[in-house]
Nanobody, 118 residues
Framework: QVQLVESGGGLVQAGGSLRLSCAAS????????MGWFRQAPGKEREFVAA????????YYADSVKGRFTISRDNAKNTVYLQMNSLKVEDTAVYYC???????????WGQGTQVTVSS
């Protein structure tokens, strides 16, 4: 069992930055691939970024490549999403996800709202 708690969302102007954090419970955090997904109003949930168990490999949706950076600190059981050059279309609820081999996996956080104003 893994419990995930996101934080760091908020309201920011276009062009600004936010850093999301996802804290995981349990002592097996390093056993899980981690990812971030987002869901905008009226749209399906979509993949944003993922990171391997060791942190050595990262993956990004084309829409955020070059602007967002995913990272993890296995000693702190935390995964981060640094979001720069935010756009209005990045507005969504952002969800953290954990999976044994890949994401999306079984475990989801409750989500954190990111709103980007023009």
């Amino acid at each position: 069992q893994v419990q995930l708690v996101e934080s760091g969302g908020g309201l920011v102007q276009a062009g600004g930055s936010l850093r999301l954090s996802c804290a995981a419970s349990g002592r097996t955090f390093s056993s899980y691939a981690m990812g971030w997904f987002r869901q905008a109003p009226g749209k399906e949930r979509e993949f944003v970024a993922a990171i391997s168990r060791s942190g050595g490999s990262t993956y990004y949706a084309d829409s955020v490549k070059g602007r967002f950076t995913i990272s993890r600190d296995n000693a702190k059981n935390t995964v981060y999403l640094q979001m720069n050059s935010l756009k209005v279309e990045d507005t969504a609820v952002y969800y953290c996800n954990a999976g044994i081999r890949r994401v999306p996996g079984t475990y989801w956080g409750q989500g954190t709202q990111v709103t980007v104003s023009s």
